[in-house]
C-alpha cells in the first residue's frame, strides 16, 4: 500500500525505509536503519526526483501508481547513479516508457555500464547552469562531481526555492513519522548519524563538498529534500550548512580528546584509562574514549572528525600495529583526515613497533601536529611509562 509525504501543494516524498539492512554499502553499520528518498512533483508535467533502492522498490511503485492516478510520467532526473538510488531506474523506465530522463554527460555511460534499456533516446542532457521549465517549475543544475561520485549533480527549483541535493545533507536513520527535520529534534537526535553518514560516505571530498556550498550559498533554499533521511526547512537548514562547513573544511566540531586504543590483554587499555584519568585531573573533561576491537571504524572516523585532539595507543601486533588500529588509521588517511593534534602510544612486550608505524601513517594528516612524547609500554604500565603519559597529558593541556 502506498505511503507518501506531501511537502508542498504539488512536490511529495515516495521514497522507503530500509530497517533490515544489516552493512550499508555492505560496510556501514545501520542499527537505526536508513531511508530511500525520491520526490515526485505533480505540475502540469510530471517530474520524479532520482529512484530508490531495491529493497524499497516495492512501495515506491506503488507510490507512483497512486499519485499519477493514471497520469504519465514526463521526466525522471537523477541526480545520483549510485545503486542505492538508481536500482530502480530500469524498471521504472519498463512502467513509464514515455518518460524523458534528465542528466548530465557523466551520467549517461553510467547508466548504461547498470542498465540496456535504451537511454540515447530518451535522455535531455543537462550542464553546469542549464535550466529546464518543466510543469510550471524552472529546474537549474549544478553540478557536484565527487559529492559523492563523479557524475553527481544537484537540481534546484528555483520556483519553489527546493534544493534537490543527492546524498548532500543526507542522514543514517530510518524514517519514523514525519520526514520533515523541522517536527522532530534533529539535531539532538540525528547529529551522530548524519555526522557518520557525511564523514565515512564523502569526507574524502572536502574540497569538492566546499565547492558545492560556495555554488549553494548563492540560492535561495527554503527547502533541502536529500536522497536519505529527513527534509529540511527553516533553520536546521543554516544549522546543517554550518556542520558540512565545518567537516568539509576538516575542522574539529569541539574541543576535546578522542582516545582510541587497540589492547590485546589490557596493558595498552590500561595505560589509556590513566592518560584518560590524566587528561581529567587537568581539567580537560571532553574526552571520548574507545576499544577499536569493539567499535565498528565508522564511528571511530566519525568521532576524529568531530574532536581536535586524537590519541592512538596501540599494541604492536606481528610486527606492525594492531590489526584493528592499522584498519582505523588507514581509514582516516583514506578519509583525508587533518587539522589534528595527535598523540601516541605504543606497547611491544619485546619490541614496540606501533609507534614508529602509526606515526608514519598519521605523519599523512596534513597540518597536524604530533606531541611528544610517543608513550611506550612493554606489556604493562610501568613507572616510566607513568612519567611518559603524564609528560603526553601536559602536551595535550598545553596544546588546547
Ligand atoms: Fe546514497 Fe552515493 O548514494
Known amino acids: 500500500m502506498y505511503n507518501v509525504k506531501q511537502l508542498t501543494p504539488s512536490l511529495y516524498w515516495i521514497g522507503g525505509n530500509d530497517r533490515r539492512l544489516a552493512l550499508f554499502e555492505n560496510v556501514y553499520p545501520i542499527p537505526q536503519g536508513v531511508s530511500y528518498n525520491a520526490y515526485l512533483s505533480l505540475g502540469s508535467e510530471t517530474v520524479l526526483f532520482d529512484t530508490v533502492d531495491h529493497a524499497v522498490s516495492g512501495v515506491f511503485f506503488e507510490n507512483i501508481a497512486h499519485l499519477l492516478d493514471g497520469r504519465k510520467l514526463d521526466y525522471i532526473i537523477v541526480n545520483h547513479m549510485e545503486p542505492d538510488h538508481c536500482a530502480t531506474l530500469a524498471e521504472t523506465v519498463l512502467r513509464y516508457p514515455e518518460a524523458k530522463i534528465v542528466c548530465n554527460a557523466k551520467t549517461v555511460p553510467m547508466i548504461k555500464q547498470f542498465f540496456d534499456f535504451d537511454i540515447d533516446s530518451r535522455a535531455v542532457i543537462v550542464k553546469e547552469g542549464d535550466t529546464l521549465e518543466i510543469g510550471g517549475h524552472t529546474y537549474a543544475f549544478v553540478m557536484a562531481p565527487m559529492v559523492h561520485w563523479p557524475e553527481v549533480m544537484v537540481t534546484f527549483d528555483a520556483t519553489d526555492g527546493i534544493l534537490f541535493s543527492a546524498d548532500a545533507f543526507g542522514t543514517f536513520g530510518a524514517v519514523s513519522g514525519s520526514i520533515m527535520a523541522s517536527d522532530i529534534d534533529f539535531a539532538g537526535k540525528y547529529l551522530d548519524e548524519a555526522r557518520r553518514y557525511y ?60 582516545i582510541a586504543y587497540g589492547s590485546i590483554y589490557g596493558g595498552t587499555e590500561n595505560a589509556a584509562e590513566i592518560l584518560a584519568g590524566m587528561l581529567a585531573d587537568r581539567g580537560i573533561y571532553n574526552i571520548a574514549m574507545y576499544d577499536v576491537s569493539a567499535t565498528h571504524p565508522s564511528y571511530l572516523v566519525s568521532e576524529a572528525f568531530k574532536y581536535s585532539h586524537l590519541i592512538f595507543a596501540s599494541s604492536t601486533y606481528n610486527s606492525g600495529i594492531f590489526t584493528p588500529m592499522e584498519t ?49 609500554l612493554r606489556s604493562t604500565v610501568s613507572d616510566k611509562t607513568r612519567e611518559e603519559l603524564s609528560a603526553l597529558a601536559d602536551a595535550v593541556k598545553a596544546s588546547m
Open 328 to 376: 582505523l588509521l588507514v581509514d582516516l588517511k583514506a578519509h583525508a583526515m587533518q587539522n589534528r593534534t595527535i598523540g601516541l602510544v605504543q606497547n611491544g612486550s619485546w619490541a614496540p613497533m606501533s609507534g614508529k608505524l602509526m606515526q608514519e601513517l598519521v605523519g599523512s594528516f596534513k597540518n597536524s601536529t604530533l606531541l611528544q612524547p610517543v608513550a611506550t
Open 199 to 258: 564523514t565515512n560516505i564523502v569526507g574524502k571530498y572536502g574540497v569538492q563538498v566546499m565547492a558545492v556550498l560556495k555554488k549553494a550559498a548563492t540560492l535561495d533554499i527554503k527547502m533541502i529534500c536529500p536522497l536519505h533521511g529527513w527534509v529540511l526547512t527553516g533553520d536546521v537548514i543554516g544549522w546543517f550548512i554550518d556542520k558540512y562547513t565545518t567537516w568539509a573544511s576538516y575542522q574539529p566540531e569541539e574541543k576535546g580528546v578522542l
